[in-house]
């Protein structure tokens, strides 16, 4: 077998590493992150490359054999945070343990070790694989070495070979020093040609091949300023080359056999991931972890097809999986479902289980506990054949959900790989991507959905202890839980749709555009193709002399917030940008819509995304139900097309006032703010007076308009700059209506410095109810990348809590609804806002029951408010 080299740049991998992730310290104070980083990485090396020749090379110290080409090598960067100091000697500890040769050298980079045992291992013919962030390494590809490089974070690696070269940069492997010599690097302050950028640099090496073969042909170049640059900049851009290149002839004192690696000594890594407190990285490693969990393989299933379902040997607690080939689980086809116990694993055709007397009585009784992936798939799944699934205890989705937002991926294989099992993708394995989506052989996709299920099984505990230590069990079983059972029936249900209605508005809309277009060109003096920005752009920064705010590699921004700034400035502006409004409205929520109708019964049945936003609000797809906007009429009207079932039922609204106020007057437990709420007052008015220091008969619609402005912005840490776009005021007007809000309410102010100060120590904030959001960058250099992160610090406890709140009355409403024995169904839930469809004659107990349910669904330190409204349609319910 032919030796495999991995060598990997240390001093980049763990920059990447620490300033990815938030800072974290193990019992003694230590700090670890860039460690825990750099060994999550290690492990994916070890598990995928498989090496037989390991090493990983560090700087040895700021000044290089290059200072004396140019002293400002590298000059002007930041000095290494003491944090991420500190935590070298922790990592060369660990590689120790792992038995990996690290290596530095005096006066040179870990570049330049890099480049010697690279070219080595071309000679002797192997394949040699380099692991770093520096994209000076990229020079050492070639058809025997591959660089994979760091792209974002720590998970993003992008892999580079002479082919994804050629097709990403445009130029050779032989060309990166060259284009890195023209370009220059302000990361190490190497000078290049001032002016020349990347896009520039890959045209001139795609002319001329070479640095210096560019300079022998520099008087060809017609582009006259160009020409200047290179020539008054020759020498920087010659300096430049030697700067960037790799020393292959370094005096290193290891060659290729000092990097043999065989294996690592399972008990001294478990012995130092103790020390560091990587509790979650133990089960990476090989052997049993401490609580006697293996790693899962993607082994041979033992499992039985059932001919009937009275054949299976269940327990009392059963994992259940239902497979469908598409998202849309209201339309998809399901293939089949699948049972797994601790010792037994099924597969239940569907035609089995749906006219099975025996799944559905099992299915229907709440004792027999079930653990699932999706309980609201499931649940709308088993509808469609009139199959009420209950006593479902654990949903996988929503506990990974819940143990961390920010993932974007909570598919089965990859919870299974974060726990630091196999990592196993076999979705698209089995069943193809995109175009290229097929059912595979029967076989195949038994073993496939059967897997599945043993493995919803057997990762429950492994998640459940995680979601534990959150403090976060509860939230999954009292609140994430039912509420998916609740969605379940809602999206099932689906609402009614006039498609006449709608399609009238189609036509009406289509008259409108074809009005406006035409107002359009005549006052633009031509006809030109509207939609086109490369047409547009030139009619009004060229025709029409409007002046030119922002321009793109393409030509002129024509962009809404362009438009907007120009308003003012030309009738044609407001004219586009209410085109674009309505032919957005006609080709999203109109046509869109139609789209979606079932044609058998005129509803819609929008999914639910409970599992995707990091606040823990609710989102909808397929249609978004959620964002019809509703700032122009002609988009509020479409409300008109929703419907109740029967023609003498009603939509019923019900709205909370001002929640996420609310929420922040309890959590900054500001007497101001509290007051105002228990007394009933206008809270904007509230605001104005004690902000201008007026009576309330005093404050002027302008005031309240900006006290309104501050009150919902200082939610989500609005700047002075915001405050002023926001208003039309100067930022020093902006800054002072701020400062003087934050006087008036000590306690809001005191609650935005102390949660920034509580999600830089535990690096994430939490709901009330224990939702968690974690905020790695709370603690970046970068000032805009801290500063959003600070913002988001303050807004989510209040969000989040706001999503709960109406979270919490949708389960108890619908408990409440049945226990009363009314025909009324929840439809939708819209932000802050219950939708309802009821016969006329439960308006009445509708009007007593939802504000009642809905203002006490949490105890806070303020009264919840809720309005309500009814009306023939959607559109009337306000």
């Known amino acids: 077998m032919a030796d495999k080299i991995v060598l990997i740049d240390g001093n980049s991998l763990a920059y990447r590493a620490f300033f990815a992730l938030p800072l974290l310290n193990n019992d003694k104070g230590v700090y670890t992150n860039a460690v825990y980083g750099f060994t999550t990485i290690l492990l994916k090396i070890l598990e995928e490359q498989k090496p037989t020749h390991l090493l990983v090379a560090f700087d040895a110290g700021k000044t290089t054999f290059r200072h004396k080409t140019y002293k400002d090598y590298k000059g002007g960067r930041e000095k290494t945070p003491s ?161 960037v290149t790799i020393n292959k002839e370094a005096p290193i004192e290891i060659s290729l056999k000092d990097t043999n690696y065989k294996d690592y000594d399972y008990d001294k890594v478990r012995k130092i991931f103790t020390e560091l407190s990587f509790q979650s990285l133990l089960s990476r490693i090989k052997g049993e972890t401490e609580e006697g969990s293996a790693i899962v393989e993607l082994s041979e299933l033992n499992f039985e097809v059932l001919d009937s379902f009275e054949d299976a040997e269940l327990e009392t607690v059963t994992a259940l999986e239902v497979e469908m080939l598409e998202e849309n689980y209201h339309t998809a086809d399901i293939i089949g479902l699948s049972l797994a116990t601790s010792t037994k694993n099924y597969f239940l055709p569907l035609e089995e289980a749906v006219k099975s007397k025996a799944f559905r009585n099992w299915a229907e009784d709440a004792s027999m506990k079930k653990i699932v992936f999706d309980a609201k798939k499931v649940t709308v799944a088993l509808l469609r054949y009139d199959i009420r699934v209950e006593g479902i205890i654990f949903d996988l989705l929503l506990a990974s959900y819940l143990i961390n937002p920010s993932e974007n991926n909570h598919d089965i294989p990859a919870i299974s790989h974060r726990l630091g099992n196999s990592d196993i993708q076999f979705d698209e394995e089995i069943y193809g991507k995109g175009a290229k989506l097929k059912v595979p052989e029967e076989s195949i996709y038994q073993e496939h959905i059967a897997r599945k299920a043993k493995m ?231 605001t104005a007076m004690d902000v201008f220091g007026v009576e309330a008969k005093e404050v002027t619609d302008n005031m309240r308009r900006q006290a309104k402005a501050v009150n919902f912005g200082i939610v989500y840490g609005i700047s002075d700059y915001g405050l002023s776009q926001n208003l039309g005021i100067t930022r020093k007007e902006a800054k002072r209506f701020i400062d003087r809000y934050l006087e008036s309410y000590p306690g809001v102010q005191d609650y935005m410095k102390e949660i920034i100060q509580e999600a830089k120590q535990k690096g994430y904030v939490t709901t009330l109810m224990k939702r968690r959001r974690y905020l790695p960058d709370i603690t970046s250099r970068n000032f805009n990348v801290r500063s959003f992160a600070e913002r988001t610090a303050m807004n989510t406890p209040i969000q989040g809590t706001a999503a709960d709140i109406i979270k919490v009355a949708m389960i108890e409403l619908n408990r409440r609804l049945k226990a009363e024995k009314l025909e009324a169904r929840m439809l939708l839930q819209v932000h802050d806002e219950l939708i309802l469809e009821a016969p006329e004659n439960e308006i009445d107990k509708l009007k007593e029951i939802v504000p009642e349910v809905m203002e006490n669904a949490i105890e806070l330190s303020v009264p919840l408010y809720v309005d309500v409204a009814y009306g023939a349609t959607w559109y009337d319910a306000k």
Do not use: C
């Open 83 to 243: 944090e991420l100091r500190e935590q070298f000697p922790v990592l060369k500890e660990l590689l120790d343990a792992f038995g990996i040769k690290h290596y530095q050298l005096e006066n040179y980079e870990a570049d330049d070790i890099i480049g010697v045992l690279a070219e080595e291992g071309l000679k002797q013919k192997e394949e040699v694989t380099v692991i770093t962030g520096d994209k000076d390494l990229l020079q050492l590809v070639s058809a025997k070495t591959s660089v994979h490089l760091t792209k974002k974070g720590i998970s993003d690696v992008m892999k580079y070979t002479p082919d994804t070269l050629e097709e990403e940069l445009e130029i050779t492997p032989e060309q990166v020093i060259d284009m890195k010599a023209l370009m220059g690097d302000k990361s190490d302050n190497i000078p290049g040609v001032p002016g020349i950028g990347q896009k520039t640099a890959v045209k001139l090496l795609k002319e001329y091949q070479t640095l210096e073969n560019l300079y022998d042909h520099v008087e060809d170049i017609n582009a006259k300023k160009l020409k200047e640059k290179l020539v008054t900049y020759k020498d920087d851009a010659f300096m430049s080359k030697e700067l």
């Open 456 to 686: 919803i099984f057997d990762l429950k505990n492994d998640v459940l202890v995680s979601l534990e230590e959150n403090n976060q069990a509860t939230l999954l079983t009292e609140l994430e839980l039912p509420l998916a059972v609740v969605l379940g029936e809602m999206e099932a249900y689906g609402v009614k749709v006039d498609v006449g209605r709608l399609e009238d508005m189609g036509k009406s809309l289509k008259s409108r555009l074809e009005t406006i277009e035409t107002e359009i060109y005549d006052l633009a003096g031509e006809k030109f193709n509207l939609n086109s920005p490369k047409q547009l752009g030139p009619i009004l920064f060229e025709k029409l002399g409007l002046p030119v705010v922002k321009k793109t590699k393409t030509g002129y921004s024509t962009s809404a917030d362009v438009l907007e700034q120009l308003e003012s400035q030309h009738e044609i502006i407001a004219k586009i940008l209410l085109y674009r409004q309505l032919k957005k409205l006609d080709s999203t929520y109109i046509t869109g819509l139609l789209r979606v109708v079932h044609e058998e019964n005129n509803r819609i049945h929008t999914r639910f995304n409970q599992a995707l936003t990091q606040t823990g609000r609710l989102s909808s797809i397929d249609p978004n139900l959620q964002n019809i906007p509703i700032r122009l009429e002609e988009g509020k009207k479409i409300r008109q097309a929703f419907i109740p079932t029967h023609e003498e039922w009603k939509i019923f609204a019900a709205d909370y006032s001002q929640i996420e106020l609310r929420v922040l007057a309890h959590i900054a437990d500001d007497d101001g703010l509290k007051e105002a709420f228990k007394q009933g007052m206008d809270i904007h008015t509230k």
